[in-house]
């Protein structure tokens, strides 16, 4: 909270021993806390960010959103054209995108089991590949797949978003093909100008880029296709003995490993290294 100073009121309060926000450290307010921001047309639009974006992605267009880890991009995943516009936008033919519902509106479209379920409402929130029901997803969601990803919403912004929408939306990590994910505000807007007709972003810094995690689950088993977001950095108990060791690789979808003293640190998917950005 470094970014945002508090404001004489919050202070009073941080600083009253008798005030139940004594030594709060996240204390902000309107005044002074992170704030939202709706972008179209290359300017600021006046109102209600998460009201704004809702109706825009009901319009049928394509909404960049600013999260926790990284940017996703966002559309309507029950509308053929607008998802088939969202791939030829990213000259992304057949690769599935991943979906964002609540979970009454994923039972619509894919078969929850009850593993699936309680690990798509782990605090974790990762992708977990379903089963699809055919007949309410666009089929350019999962071109001639017959699973889907989904995950919950998993940040006050996608809870907000949700009260407002009765569709699913298609939520596409906003990095260029193998690189890592757009961190800055300036450079979402002006890299994602070609692709997003608009831009939910807020004004908090992503500190560790992370991708959302995808699992599978196989024979009733939890399967990781990406470890990421929920699960990094947590360490994997390992007896290696007692040299450290560090392991990296592979090119298209690298990630790091470093060993110490029985446990193994894995990083976050962190993108193709063939680009220098990577
Ligand atoms: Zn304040």
Redesign the pocket.
Known sequence: MRDFP??????REYTDPLDRRYHAQT???????PRLAYIEGGREIEGEPIGLAAAALREGKIVAIKGIGGTHLACDATREEVVAELRRRLSRPGQPFALMAPLPLVREFAEVSPEAEELLRSPRRPIVVLEEKPGYLAPAVAPGLHTVGVMLPYSGLHHLLFKQLHFPLVMTSANFPGRPMLIENERVVSELSGIADAFLVHNRRIVARCDDSVVRISGGVPTFLRRSRGWVPEPISLDLGEEPLLALGAELNVAFALYHRGKVYLSQHIGNVAHLET
Do not use: H
């Not at 508090?6 to 202070?11: A, I, L, S, T, V």
């Open positions: 508090m404001c004489e009121e919050c202070r204390i902000a307010c309107p005044k002074c806390g």
